[in-house]
């Protein structure tokens, strides 16, 4: 399980799964952040 956080500095979050063999480095993603209701960049958080 990770969370991914989004670029945008908004703090908002997504909570997913990841296969560490398949993805060894941080993941982004784009997804949709609601508080600026827009898609952003969302990077792997540790």
Not at 25 to 32: E, G
């Amino acid at each position: 399980m990770i969370k991914l956080r989004s670029t945008a500095g908004t703090g908002y979050t997504y909570v997913t799964r990841k296969n560490r063999r398949n993805d060894p480095d941080r993941l982004t993603l784009s997804k949709y952040d609601p508080i600026i209701r827009r898609h952003v960049l969302f990077r792997e958080d540790r």
